[in-house]
């Protein structure tokens, strides 16, 4: 077997657990791989040898706050072990060509965190929080495929294969396969971390808004700022029946938070505002002389 044919698959294999041990552990442990030659079977055995160094951060945290690398392993499927759902290497066999259009997360009866992956196809794969954090990484998907590597471009490799002595094999994949699997990067999917929040609210005018056809105001809610749709909610005819708003007025409103992530990692909120229940003007002076306190506008004041 040329050197130039194996070389790429090893230098992926060792990327992918290191990418893989820095999403869980930032980087603390280090992993080494060896290559050792098995003649009589007319095939390479990969053998790795996982070195843990988690040095200050082991001692600190203890060895539950640390994901060991044998977990990792297990994780990726290079050895078998047991999960919720498919590993990473699983996930591309049974995703194959599909792809994914919706991502929801939900906690099952015991408790632990899994994610429904929704196919185009209309098939649903339920898969646990370790397995869907390492499929989501843009550098885990390059790794992956180029482990199988050899099996995809050499006419003469037509298995990779994945075990840990003594136990059963954790991973095959054939050529045909192989060829099946997507490694390619989807468009971008934000996952519903849960169903949308819908609360009552009070937000406060942090810039006027003089287009009527504007779809998101700026509000803060709380000590934060944020752009929220309005698109659907009463509050424009409230607003330029009455000629238009000022800073520090305020809304007490229904309020709707739908929490996703995106597959970078990245949580974000998006507030939709879909009713507006009172109108409280800014304090004027007169206000401020008399008790300080906003009052209700008459219009939008509750029976």
């Not at 706050?65 to 977990?71: E, L, M, P, Y």
């Not at 066999?93 to 429904?116: A, P, Q, S, T």
């Not at 942090?206 to 752009?227: M, T």
Request: charge should be negative; glycine fraction near 8%; hydrophobic fraction near 35%.
């Amino acid at each position: 077997m040329c050197v130039d044919d194996l070389a790429p698959a090893l230098l992926s294999l060792s990327g992918l657990i290191k990418e893989a041990n820095t999403i869980f552990n930032g980087g603390e442990s280090s992993v080494k791989v060896s290559v050792t030659p098995n003649i009589e079977e007319k095939c390479f055995d990969i053998g790795l040898v996982v070195s843990e160094n988690w040095g200050l951060v082991k001692s600190l945290l203890g060895n539950d706050d640390v994901v060991k690398a044998k977990d990792i392993l297990e994780w990726t499927g290079i050895i078998f072990g047991v999960s919720v759902g498919p590993t990473l290497f699983g996930i591309y066999k049974l995703f194959k060509k599909r792809k994914v259009i919706n991502i929801v997360e939900f906690k099952d009866e015991n408790g632990r965190i899994l994610f429904e992956y929704q196919l185009d196809s209309g098939e649903k794969e339920i898969v646990d929080q370790n397995t869907h954090k390492l499929y989501q990484s843009k550098k885990i998907r390059k790794y992956a495929k180029g482990v199988l590597s050899p099996v995809l471009s050499n006419p003469g490799i037509d298995e990779f294969r994945s075990y840990q002595k003594g136990k059963p094999n954790a991973l095959s994949i054939s050529k045909d396969e192989a060829k099946e699997m997507n490694f390619d990067r989807e468009e971008e999917i934000e996952q519903e971390i849960e169903e949308d929040n819908i609360i009552n609210a009070l937000l406060s005018v942090r810039s006027p808004v003089y287009d009527q056809s504007a779809k998101r105001w700026k509000f803060y809610y709380g000590e934060e700022h944020h752009s929220m749709d309005v698109s659907e909610s009463n509050i424009k005819d409230i607003v330029f029946r009455r000629g238009g708003v000022l800073i520090g007025d305020k809304f007490k409103v229904r309020l709707q938070i739908a929490q996703k992530q995106k597959e970078d990692g990245k949580i974000t909120n998006d507030y939709k505002v879909l009713e507006v229940i009172k109108f409280y003007p800014a304090p004027s002076q007169g206000d401020i002389l008399s008790d300080g306190k906003p009052k209700a506008s008459p219009e939008e004041k509750e029976d």
